[in-house]
């Protein structure tokens, strides 16, 4: 079985940690070490059944106080990367969505994570890789909203991204999603009605 988040170990220790049995969390933390012993043969980076879900498992346990670690000692290596990664996946022109919405998941947790020693560079790099993401992922609407029909992938698609950025509205402070996001959401709203007359 992968070590990803969605598709991966990583989920069954997340709902052992967040189980209210304290054995259950017990076999979390065993899970989560035996993962740990794993992730550095793995070549698989993905969100999905990868580094990068195993990664944002471990920030989110410790944004939850769920564990007690300095995330930007632990996840050092695996910031770098997944900054590489990033930077690959935005100069791929066949980027895969889902991909860039995994790798977005994993900087913002990074960015929201809270160290005693921050390292602010840390935080600085998952800002930019949000922004850049963002930046990518704002082309994807703009070119779903110039397209008079759209298929059912692409409607799922901007959906996601449409969610996405709603849901980071409230966590990073970044100018497309300020200034963009109502105008799109208009934008479909507004062509949905329109077709439906």
């Known amino acids: 079985m ?15 940690f967040l189980s209210a049995d304290e054995k259950n969390k017990h076999k979390g933390q065993e899970l989560l070490n035996t993962i740990s012993e794993e992730v550095s043969t793995s070549t698989d980076y993905s ?17 939850e106080k769920l564990i007690d670690i300095d ?42 994570n809270k160290n005693f020693n921050e390292q602010y560079f840390r935080k600085f790099l998952h800002q930019e890789c949000i922004n850049l993401i963002v930046e990518k992922l704002n082309t994807f609407i703009g070119y779903y909203i110039s397209k ?11 959906c996601k991204i449409l969610l996405k950025f709603s849901y980071l509205s409230n966590y990073i402070n970044n100018k497309i999603i300020s200034d963009q996001l109502p105008d799109q959401l208009f934008y479909k709203i507004h062509t949905k009605q329109s077709t439906a007359s």
């Open 2 to 16: 992968s070590i990803g988040l969605i598709n991966g170990r990583s989920g069954e220790a997340l709902l052992l």
């Open 71 to 112: 995330s930007d000692d632990i996840l050092e290596d695996f910031d770098d990367q997944i900054y590489k990664l990033t930077l690959q996946e935005l100069s791929d022109q066949n980027t895969n969505i889902g991909t860039l919405l995994g790798l977005i998941d994993y900087h913002t947790i990074r960015h929201r």
């Open 148 to 158: 008079k029909e759209l298929t059912q992938a692409q409607i799922e698609n901007s």
């Open 47 to 63: 969100f999905e059944t990868g580094i990068t879900g195993f990664g944002w498992l471990i920030a989110f346990l410790h944004q």
